[in-house]
């Protein structure tokens, strides 16, 4: 008798298997491939945000003479905050808004539990001084309370009918605490010629000062390096659609300041709102508005090694303010939307953004200072706005 197809050799004796029936068992193998390709290009589940750290929020009252403002540690699991600071009713107070008007990037959070910022009082005299102050979260049940860093004469604006002052500049402090960086317009009574930025030692009187394309500019973000040896700013130049010069556009972007050998160099033109550098020093972020006047929409990263973008994504509503997680997993981005203000956290390692805590327009001006961890996790406590989503 002729067989039908391959003859193999089993235990039993020898087993015939018809041609029929392989291509039915190759189908079925094909079938099974294929399934597995598939799952195997599904990404799987991000890993949770690390549980011993938090991101340090500001929420400001602007409503209220002068305005408050509170800091609060938010879990990046939970959406959970528990406050650790607020303004005093009188005294020195945090400088995030003064004179009705907001700025982001006037305090800092770094690792592993600061937060820095400017003190002062709610109204000052021309002859006064603020204070570069520093805050060491401390864990449950710990004492909070500021550290005069350093006194820095008024650098930003000019006193208002009511004696107030916008005096609250971008802030960057270096990973070693060895500089920082300020956007100014005056050095007390001294006005300077035009929008710069402060680059200070924190040891000695070196100064550096970088200033901007132009009088019709301004920053809207700084970054150090981890290794604290380049400051990114972003700039943008200043205007409406009747003042504004279209030749002054290509000067918009994100810049390079090489603290070493002190030059600049304009590394990537864009319109950006806010920047944030990977841990590892190898790209940056960027939220880039599509044009000078609307909101940021993209996150953009470029790559410092050649210059190009290495990945884009979009978000709903204006990014405002970027910082990555310490092991550089996660990237918290604060977002303005429609009514409300948002802290969403995104996997780096996939491209989906999901809101872990929401502060209504109403209730205040919201801030994403950075991250910290503190001496041990901190609890869980109602905070104005929402939860996670």
């Not at 304009?266 to 319109?271: A, D, M, S, V």
Request: aromatic letters at 6%; one cysteine or more.
């Amino acid at each position: 008798m002729k067989a039908s197809g391959p003859m193999t050799e089993g235990r039993a004796g020898p087993v015939r298997i018809s041609v029929r029936g392989m291509r039915a068992a190759n189908s079925v193998n094909i079938l099974l491939c294929l399934a597995a390709l598939l799952l195997s290009g599904v990404s799987a589940p991000a890993a949770a945000p690390p549980a011993d750290s938090r991101l340090a929020i500001a929420v400001t009252q602007p409503t209220e003479r002068p305005p408050v403002t509170a800091l609060y540690l938010l879990d990046p699991q939970s959406g959970a905050a528990t406050e650790s600071y607020r303004d005093p009713k009188a005294g020195l107070r945090l400088l995030v808004k003064m004179a009705g008007s907001d700025l982001l990037g006037a305090a800092e959070a770094l690792l592993p539990s600061d937060i820095y910022a400017l003190l002062g009082p709610a109204a000052a005299d021309p002859g006064a001084l603020d204070s570069l102050s520093l805050l060491r979260v401390p864990g449950p049940g710990g004492q909070v309370s500021w550290k005069r860093v350093a006194d820095l004469p008024l650098c930003f604006s000019e006193a208002s009918p009511y004696g107030m002052w916008n005096r609250a500049p971008l802030l960057a402090v270096s990973p070693d605490r060895s500089r920082i960086a300020i956007t100014a317009v005056r050095i007390g009574e001294k006005v300077l010629a035009g929008p710069t930025i402060r680059v200070l030692s924190m040891y000695n009187d070196q100064e550096w000062q970088l200033p901007l394309p132009g009088k019709d500019f301004r920053a809207v973000d700084l970054a150090w390096s981890a290794d604290g040896t380049q400051l990114a700013y972003a700039v943008l130049p200043l205007g409406d659609e009747h003042t504004l010069d279209a030749s002054r556009l290509p000067e918009a972007g994100v810049y390079l300041a090489d603290i070493q050998n002190r030059t600049v160099r304009l590394f990537h033109h864009c319109y950006p709102a806010a920047v944030a550098w990977a841990p590892k020093g190898d790209r940056l972020s960027i939220a880039v508005q599509a044009d000078v006047w609307s909101g940021a929409g993209i996150i953009r990263s470029v790559s410092l090694t050649n210059g190009k973008r290495t990945e884009e994504f979009s978000v709903a509503g204006a990014a405002q303010a970027l910082a990555y997680s310490p092991d550089g997993r996660w990237l918290a981005i604060q977002v303005a939307e429609t009514g409300s203000q948002t802290v969403q956290l995104r996997a780096t390692s996939d491209g989906w953004a999901r809101a872990i805590y929401r502060l209504p327009a109403g209730d205040g001006r919201l801030v994403l200072l950075g991250w910290v961890r503190p001496p041990r996790a901190a609890g869980a406590a109602a905070t104005p706005g929402s939860g996670h989503d």
